[in-house]
């Protein structure tokens, strides 16, 4: 098992994700803990010792889930992390109720790592509000050493990443992003690893094979990985590609059985990142996978300064594209609800006023009438 340095300690570059436990019966909120129990015995003896779980996966029953399966082990065999379910905005007054249940769930007495979790769109301002004090519990328990290391995890757009650092920048520890090969420049991660990288916070990553769809490539795409690498699984070039991000300390993956544990583990037995050739490989494809199904807007922003309505089509469009690829997905709605109604894709009257100086002559107008059509808010 490769292992990074953080903060003195060796976690492993692998992390166990809860998010896609086995299940009975393919109920989510009824995970399979005696499979789990396996998994966790496997993963423990290869060398996996970051375990990542959260309030609301499976239902609720994820913290119980791991609990038990770690619980033969030695408390300081492991790190063990849970996260703030502010994802949630009417969570944002209970604080401090979540966090001690939390605690009794999981049958410990601190966390070894924390985060305020999913910050996005729909709640950065009541996670900015000081009147819910989520920030100042937090880093209050930080203090007090229920939480060992303080960090956050986002989903939502680079502004709204760089809106909670500059609030809350100098406690966090470590930054979780939605990092693989396809959303470097389509979700921009790439510029938030940048971000991270200036200010010195480590990067946890999630989605590594985005749920799954970068196991399914196109024909022509599995061809040049099997030519460039004879051997590596499309999986297989998902975390080595990670391992070309210097930036990164760990990387989740939610397993769901006992292959694909064995087939990450054999993974992380070896640090063998990506050339630039190889990474070429793979930008090139998701050039060709997102603009099948995306619109090929440079947010120029011409459109914004003639649209009648004041819609930030440039954004509007990005959640277009996000959703229409993805194939539906919370991402979009989610950004969609913090927007008053007036802002949304349903404001639009058609008028094509935008089109008219779009450099790109882009078909915005019937975009946003499809967008309002597939999410109704």
Known sequence: MIYKDFKGMKLSALGFGTMRLPVIGGNDS???????????????????????TAWGYHGGNAEYAITGALRPYPRDSYYL??????????????????????????????????????VC????????DPKFGIYGYFAKQKDLGRIRHLGFSVHG????????LEKYGDRMEFCQIQL????????????KVELCRSLGLPVWVMEPV???????????????????????????????FIQSVPEVCVTLSGMSDMKQLEENVKTFEEDKPLDQKERA????????????????????????????????????????????FSGGGFLAPMALMSLPEEKRPSACIGCRSCEAVCPQTLGISSALAEMARKIKL
């Not at 009824?30 to 990542?52: F, L, Q, S, T, W």
């Not at 944002?92 to 049958?107: D, G, S, T």
């Not at 985005?210 to 099997?226: F, I, N, S, Y």
């Open 281 to 324: 490989l793979l930008f090139d494809a998701a050039a060709k996978m997102t603009a099948a199904k995306t619109l090929p807007c440079t947010a120029c922003r011409y459109c914004v300064s003639h649209c009648p309505k004041e819609l930030d089509i440039p954004s509007l469009l990005a959640l277009y594209n996000e959703h229409n």
């Open 121 to 128: 769109e729909l709640n950065i301002n009541q996670y900015l």
């Open 157 to 164: 757009s680079l502004e709204v990443m760089e809106r909670f």
């Open 210 to 240: 985005r749920g799954g769809m970068l196991l399914r490539l196109p024909p022509e795409t599995e061809e040049a990985q099997k030519k460039a690498r004879p051997g590596e699984t499309a999986a297989g070039w998902c975390f080595r």
């Open 81 to 118: 992390a849970d996260k703030f379910p502010g994802y949630d905005v009417s969570n944002m007054p209970f604080a401090e109720k979540i966090f001690n249940e939390q605690l009794k769930k999981c049958e410990r007495d601190y966390f070894d790592f924390y985060l305020i979790h999913n």
């Open 180 to 191: 693989n090969w396809l959303d470097w420049e389509f979700q921009k991660a790439r510029k």
């Open 30 to 52: 009824k995970p399979d803990c005696e499979a789990v129990n396996r998994m966790v015995a496997a993963a423990m003896e290869k060398g996996i010792n970051y375990y990542d």
